[in-house]
């Protein structure tokens, strides 16, 4: 028997998944039905203990092309875990990726209860432990800290377009998903990946055509050196920022984020598109969301959460530069919001500022 013991002193018993530590973490859930190797592998998760509400995560075994990145979540919880997967592209079974990978877990936990509490009380931190400890200040104080730091990559990298190039992509790294680098690669671009650390002089010395802000982990505001450097960028070039890229667009133009109760995390968030009224499905991971009122006269709100009424997006047409909270590469999850990247192609296509 191991243990997760919330911050509230909530304790579920369960049995020892992946790698035998103990571990402390922000605990959040995740609705996506399917895609857990995505989840396992999405960057943004840094610092956070994840629980999967579908009931049987592993069934599908490990299958490594469908990676999004390095997997860099702190701890992993599922109701049942597959030990038998089935499918033609299985590699071996997902226990045997936790335990190569470091990420402790649990399974056989009431997962619907986590997300009960989470969605009452907010998110909160937790422990994976195989004793309970007396004091759960150490679980009470810990925080999510160089998040960006710790995931984005040390060194530049090159990726041809396919076919002919069309345009040249700069991507900030701040902990990347690949479906973004595909995404724009399938329309022409080629992208050259920039650590999160590069300076705005630098990219606008390599003459892209245009700049991505990709996703990452964290507080937002924890990043303002990243924050200062993009203040120097926007503006230049046509820019598309998702998710945390969306989030330091809104910090540097004078805008202000805000922690959500527990987030959006899965493949079933509904977004308004509010000039043409219509609602897409989209996939997400974010726990904080952008303030659309502390933007007013610099850029207007493009998309609305429609469960919740939080921000979901922006654009900022005098500055060629639009950014949205969901994830338009989804991997995994719907595809419909792909067309954005085409929105960004167009953008580039037209010309600098
Ligand atoms: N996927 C992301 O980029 C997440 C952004 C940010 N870390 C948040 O949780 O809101």
């Known amino acids: 028997m191991a243990y997760l013991v919330l911050a509230n002193g909530t304790i579920f018993e369960g049995k020892r998944i992946g ?11 995740t609705t996506g039905m399917e895609g857990y190797l995505e989840t396992l592998t999405d960057p943004s998760y840094y ?31 599922v109701r049942e875990l597959c030990d038998t997967p089935s499918n033609f592209r299985s590699a071996y079974p997902l226990n045997d990726y936790l335990v190569a990978k470091g990420i402790p877990g649990l399974c056989g936990v009431d997962t619907r209860e986590i997300v009960r509490i ?5 998110v909160m931190n937790a422990m994976i432990c195989d ?15 160089d998040a960006v730091a710790s995931v984005s990559s040390n060194i530049k990298e090159f990726f041809p377009a396919e076919g002919v190039e069309k345009c040249r992509v700069a991507l900030i790294d701040y902990g990347a998903k690949h479906n973004i680098i595909r995404s724009l690669e399938k329309r022409g671009c080629s992208v050259t990946v920039w650590p999160s650390s590069t300076t705005a002089e630098t990219i606008l010395e390599s003459d892209p055509d245009g700049i991505m802000l990709s996703n990452g982990p964290g507080d ?3 990043n303002k050196e990243c924050i200062a450097q993009l203040k120097k960028l926007i503006g230049k070039l046509p820019v598309f920022g998702i998710c945390l890229g969306h989030q330091l667009t809104a910090l540097a133009l004078g805008g202000d984020t805000i922690k ?3 987030g959006h995390r899965g493949g079933n968030q509904p977004v308004k ?4 009224g219509r609602t897409y499905i989209t996939s997400q991971n974010h726990g904080y969301a952008v303030v659309a009122d502390s933007l007013k006269g610099i850029g207007t709100e493009s998309f609305r959460n429609a469960n919740d009424g939080s921000c979901e997006g922006m654009d900022y047409p005098d500055l060629k530069c639009f950014t949205v909270q969901f994830h338009p590469e989804a991997a995994s999850g719907p595809r419909d919001t792909a067309v954005l990247f085409d929105r960004f192609v167009e953008n580039m296509a037209g010309g600098r500022n």
């Open 19 to 29: 790698a035998p530590v103990d571990r402390i973490g922000e605990l959040v859930f």
């Open 47 to 77: 610092g956070q203990i994840v629980t999967q509400t579908f009931p049987m995560i592993g069934n599908y075994g490990v299958i490594e092309e469908d990676f999004e990145g390095n997997s860099t979540l702190f701890g992993y919880i």
């Open 118 to 122: 989470t969605r009452e009380e907010g």
């Open 131 to 145: 004793e309970v400890p007396a004091d759960l200040s150490a679980i009470r104080s810990f925080t999510v800290k």
């Open 220 to 222: 937002p505001k924890e």
């Open 260 to 262: 959500l109760k527990y």
């Open 273 to 276: 598109d509010l000039a043409a």
